[in-house]
């Protein structure tokens, strides 16, 4: 099994470009996250989705759109990307539940925008 | 606002000693989990303990939770220049039991 697997893991965009991060997980896990990484502020939640179709805002969704329209995949969408978007982005997936269980992450996806 | 914070933000130890870590934390929480990330790599998940319960062990690894402190403790016993890592707290604070909020994190290094 991949696990999580991230798409793609570096990018450099220029201010006002847009682009698609893609999140694929082969364990038939329900939820899905996003997050992002910045130095000194940890992992902040950036939108996340507990089934095929469903998606709800995380900790800091300004400026981010995403869609589950496969149980598998999570797309995490920047319209016009600013750079104070520059950070590392990791996806997570995990079982559904009645406790918050154990999250796999991918790998990450360095983004850069100048 | 991070729910979990955690303290020292950076550790640096010999190898053979033992490294502790704590992570405190502003509301009612069903579970904390501690997760490894090595460089530049994603995120690995190491322990989950329980609001009941106060302490659990992984091998080299001992986690407590005190939940009238809200704070949390996590302690690598023996340590080996592949510790070298950063260590972050996880707090599941939502009713839905949906999200995880992570804190800053501890960047730990053993030197050999």
């Known amino acids: 099994n991949a696990g999580v697997t991230q798409t793609p893991k570096f990018r450099v965009l220029k201010t006002g470009q847009s682009m698609t991060l893609l999140c694929a997980q082969d364990m038939n896990h329900e939820y899905m996250y996003w997050y992002r990484q910045d130095p000194g502020m940890g992992l902040r939640l950036i939108h996340y989705?507990?089934?095929?179709?469903?998606?709800a805002k995380g900790e800091v969704p300004d400026g981010y759109n995403v869609s589950r329209l496969k149980k598998q995949n999570f797309l995490l969408g920047l319209e016009s990307a600013a750079p104070s978007q520059t950070s590392v982005y990791f996806c997570?997936?995990?079982?559904?539940?009645?406790?918050?269980?154990?999250?796999?992450f991918g790998e990450g996806s360095r983004l850069t925008v100048l | 606002s991070q729910q979990g914070e955690e303290d020292p933000q950076a550790l640096s130890i010999q190898e053979g000693e033992n490294a502790t870590m704590n992570c405190s934390y502003k509301t009612s929480i069903n579970n904390l989990q501690w997760y490894r990330q090595n460089s530049g790599r994603g995120l690995v998940h190491l322990i989950l303990?329980?609001?009941?319960?106060r302490e659990k062990h992984s091998g080299r690894l001992r986690v407590t939770l005190d939940t009238s402190k809200k704070s949390s403790s996590l302690l690598i016993t023996a340590s080996r220049a592949a510790d070298t890592a950063s260590y972050f707290c996880a707090t599941d604070a939502s009713r839905g039991a949906q999200k995880l909020v992570f804190g800053q994190g501890t960047r730990l290094t053993i030197n050999p």
């Open positions: 997570a997936s995990r079982i559904a539940g009645g406790i918050t269980g154990e999250l796999f």
């Open positions: 303990i329980r609001s009941n319960e």
């Open positions: 989705s507990v089934g095929e179709g469903t998606t």
